[in-house]
């Protein structure tokens, strides 16, 4: 029998459409502390989520959907939303910088581990960059390799690309292209 996890008190989760497949949104009280992208890695069991709630008008659920459906048509670049990341505090020293790296820009990891003022910690960056639990809005999918190239994203090279893309840091791939999430 497989071993489920009882959700922390007070989580709550809901799933919401965007252009890269279903988003599940997971809270606890009103602080948005995860956003998993389907078959993502690093996704936990479902069973730490907590309910599900149908229609996503709960906060921080509704200003949360609102706010990714305006980034997702263009119309924002940044996200003000109530964030309660749970990691260890070098992953939240990471992931607070990630927010630092302004839209439409790549940073590498190393140039990651810099900032933070751990330039030789490049690998462990990208290990704590990889179990960011709130993707899109903690931008981890703005850190490349040292060469340029597209590496490490939870959600998968297709979708990392297209958010790239999408906030004009990397050129479209060639004209109207439809990617299968």
């Not at 988003?23 to 992208?37: C, Q």
Request: overall charge neutral; hydrophobic content about 35%; aromatic content about 8%.
């Amino acid at each position: 029998m497989p071993r489920t996890t009882a959700p922390p008190e007070g989580r709550t989760h809901t799933v919401v459409p965007s252009p890269y497949g279903p988003l599940t949104l997971v809270a606890e009280g009103d602080h948005l502390v995860g956003v998993y992208m389907e078959a993502q890695r690093h996704r936990p069991d479902q069973s730490v989520f907590g309910p599900r709630l149908p229609e996503p008008t709960e906060p921080p659920f509704a200003e949360t959907r609102r706010q990714l459906e305006e980034y997702f048509d263009g119309r924002r670049d940044t996200f003000d939303l109530p964030l309660k990341l749970c990691g260890t505090p070098f992953q939240q020293r990471v992931w607070a910088a990630l927010v630092e790296i302004p839209y439409g820009r790549i940073w590498t990891y190393g140039e990651l581990a810099d900032h933070i003022g751990r330039p030789t910690a490049a690998r462990a960056v990208g290990l704590a960059n990889g179990k960011n639990p709130i993707s899109v809005i903690v931008p981890c999918h703005r850190v490349v390799g040292a060469d340029g190239s597209l590496t490490g994203y939870g959600g998968g090279l297709a979708r990392k690309r297209a958010l790239l893309e999408h906030e004009g840091a990397l050129p479209a791939a060639g004209g109207q292209q439809t990617l299968a999430f």
